[in-house]
T-cell receptor
Framework: TQLLEQSPQFLSIQEGENLTVYCNSS?????LQWYRQEPGEGPVLLVT?????EVKKLKRLTFQFGDARKDSSLHITAAQPGDTGLYLC??????FGTGTSLTVIP | DAGVIQSPRHEVTEMGQEVTLRCKPI?????LFWYRQTMMRGLELLIY????????DSGMPEDRFSAKMPNASFSTLKIQPSEPRDSAVYFC??????????FGSGTRLTVV
């Protein structure tokens, strides 16, 4: 059962542009994680959010946990080619979303 | 820290053969997870251990799949007999308490 839906599924943008990806569920989670996965490697943890409405920043990446703790968003400012990868959200660490594949074109 | 270590990185085997995937978690992490990743189904949790004890194996697809964790530093995932539909990337991850996971680099399994 896929509990977390991510959108968009694929995203291709030019270097310097901003973007937002979404992670939505009908379930409430105690915590939500965001990972980035590069080809041939395992996912790497970016952030964990635990409080409804919480906002965390990691350099050019801004993560927000929905007030009801059912959804989350990831906003990237001034995307760079190094941001290219598969972005995955996970609810309570166990349940992974479908992923957003991001390509940043130089 | 060397991180989570998985072996082999790639495995090609014939249908019907036994396959064993290996994982060494990060020292001090008390939870270990096996995931399978495919294009169609994404990352699926197969089984997880807490303090070497299997807690939830509801994600194991069939009786052909089995996992063991004989000690805190080693786990195996075995498929016997293997089938072409088992082809996927298998990841092992470990974590400490309620922290996020640290994943290994995965084993790409191809069953022909």
């Amino acid at each position: 059962t896929q509990l977390l839906e991510q959108s968009p599924q694929f995203l291709s943008i030019q270097e310097g542009e901003n973007l937002t990806v979404y992670c939505n569920s009908s379930s409430v989670f105690s915590s939500l994680q965001w990972y980035r996965q590069e080809p041939g490697e395992g996912p790497v943890l970016l952030v964990t959010v635990v409080t409804g409405g919480e906002v965390k920043k990691l350099k050019r990446l801004t993560f927000q946990f929905g007030d009801a703790r059912k959804d989350s968003s990831l906003h990237i400012t001034a995307a760079q080619p190094g941001d290219t990868g598969l972005y995955l959200c996970a609810g309570d660490s166990f349940y992974f979303g479908t992923g957003t594949s991001l390509t940043v074109i130089p | 820290d060397a991180g989570v270590i998985q072996s082999p990185r790639h495995e090609v085997t014939e249908m019907g053969q036994e396959v064993t995937l290996r994982c060494k978690p990060i020292s001090g992490h008390n939870s270990l997870f096996w995931y399978r990743q495919t294009m169609m189904r994404g990352l699926e949790l197969l089984i997880y251990f807490n303090n070497n004890v299997p807690i939830d194996d509801s994600g194991m697809p069939e009786d052909r799949f089995s996992a063991k964790m004989p000690n805190a530093s080693f786990s195996t995932l075995k498929i016997q007999p293997s089938e072409p539909r088992d082809s996927a990337v298998y990841f092992c991850a470990s974590s400490h308490r309620d922290g996020g996971y640290t994943f290994g680099s995965g084993t790409r399994l191809t069953v022909v």
